[in-house]
């Protein structure tokens, strides 16, 4: 069997030409042969040759232009280009040893097996002999051609010696599996549990960067519960794993947070592909467990776990060396804010409690709804409907207050300075709680929204609290 047809793109008939013309054979080789046969998306080409990547790379770019720039890693033996919307990447095969307590192999030139053998997984490592003899057969040594028909992740080699040698092969068994829907097969599950321990000597950032993956795919609780069943989420995020169970006091139970927490997440991921809402989605019940209190006339409550939420939210994207910027704090909003769509409906929506939210969640406000309306996970289907109904209330409210009051981005029409300057006073605490008691009463629709009105408020604070007017404010 041929597969010429799957090779579309015209950067393979270069690469033959090339390698022709060196007398080298090429191959295009793992996770995007993976991809052609599985008809997905993959824009990563590997290119490997028994013999000098590097020289395969820079006559092949010479057939393409003389311009075109190879960009050449020497101390990896690597060259790659970007051509047609593709990074093509070119390295001889290799061989890989690793001893036990490196993670850094040593690596050796090797013959195109050697190098098939140093992939993860059987379905990681085809390849396709772009010229030669064989020209179009596929190589799969390891049945990965078997293993993607019969949906399996499975190393090509001893599982131990592969997630041992990589711990964070481990990591890329559930992203593949989760991705591609596949089952992990169970003698390399099994294997996994064993060595989840040795995912310690793995940097935070390669994990987070396959966990993202997992939390990009459509249904990411399968891949979550797949790293708890193989013992590796407690290894980086074991505060989701404390959600888990029901306690019940006087016959009164409250729901799984775990179970109810991947369903929300669940709910995030078939419609958005923002990997941030689903981290929100992933850590809004988080205080839950520390905030957990039953009391007897009412049973259980979390009071405050949306606080308390917030706060782990930076500690733990600290720990997992997360981003420390707008992203973080996008989450932690969210996290903080995402009682508040549904405390707005319980009693009447006013509108100045729309305002409000609109003002604390500001261009967020519609991923704030989104996450609100997936946390609706109940079984009740009266409950859901009514809980629905609410939410498109509370969206009505904010498109007519949005459109009135423009308080999405919302800045105060006066500050600290002029807080300062009327009163000729020194930055103190003072300044603070005197803007804060104006913009409520901007926000609750006492005064209006104008610099004039603020101001004339902010007079009549200060004169409140003993303070005098030195300065006119302008
Ligand atoms: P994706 O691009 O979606 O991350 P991929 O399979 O293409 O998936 P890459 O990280 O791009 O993964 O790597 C390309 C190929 O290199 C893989 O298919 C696999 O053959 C090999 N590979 C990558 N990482 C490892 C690893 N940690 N251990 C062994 N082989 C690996
Ligand atoms: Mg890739």
Known sequence: MTFESQLSHPIYKLVAQAADELGLTAYVVGGVVRDLLLRRHNTDIDIVTVGSGIQLAKATAALISPDLNVNVYKNFGTAQFRYKECEVEFVGARKESYSHDSRKP?????TLED??????FTINALAIALNGEHQYEL????????????????????????????????MRAVRFATQLNFDIYPETFESIQRNAYRLDIISKERIIEEFNKILGCIRPSRGIKMLDECGLLIKFLPEVLELKGVERINGKGHKDNYLHTLEVVDNIAMSSTNVWLVWAALLHDIAKPVTKRFVPETGWTFHGHEVVGAKM???????????????MKYVQKLVGLH???????????????????LFEA?????????????????????KIQRCFNNFAKVREKLVEIEEKDKLRNWRPPFDGEDVMHTFDIAPSRVIGDIKDAVCNAILDGEIENSREAAL?????EGLKLGLTVVNQPQ
């Open 106 to 110: 040593v690596v050796e030139d090797g």
């Open 362 to 382: 500001s261009d967020d406000i519609d991923d704030l709804m989104m996450l609100c309306e997936a946390d609706v996970t109940s079984k009740n289907s009266a």
């Open 313 to 327: 939210v930076s500690s733990i994207f600290h720990r997992l060396r997360m981003p420390n910027n707008e992203k």
């Open 456 to 460: 004339k408020r902010m007079i009549e």
């Open 339 to 357: 009682l508040r769509p549904i405390a707005l409906v319980e009693d009447e929506v006013t509108d100045s409690a729309v305002r409000r939210l």
């Open 139 to 170: 190589i799969d040594p390891f049945n990965g051609i078997e293993d993607m028909k019969r949906k399996i992740i499975r190393t090509p080699c001893d599982p131990d010696k592969t997630f041992s040698d990589d711990p964070l092969r481990m």
């Open 115 to 120: 190098d098939q053998l140093r992939r993860d």
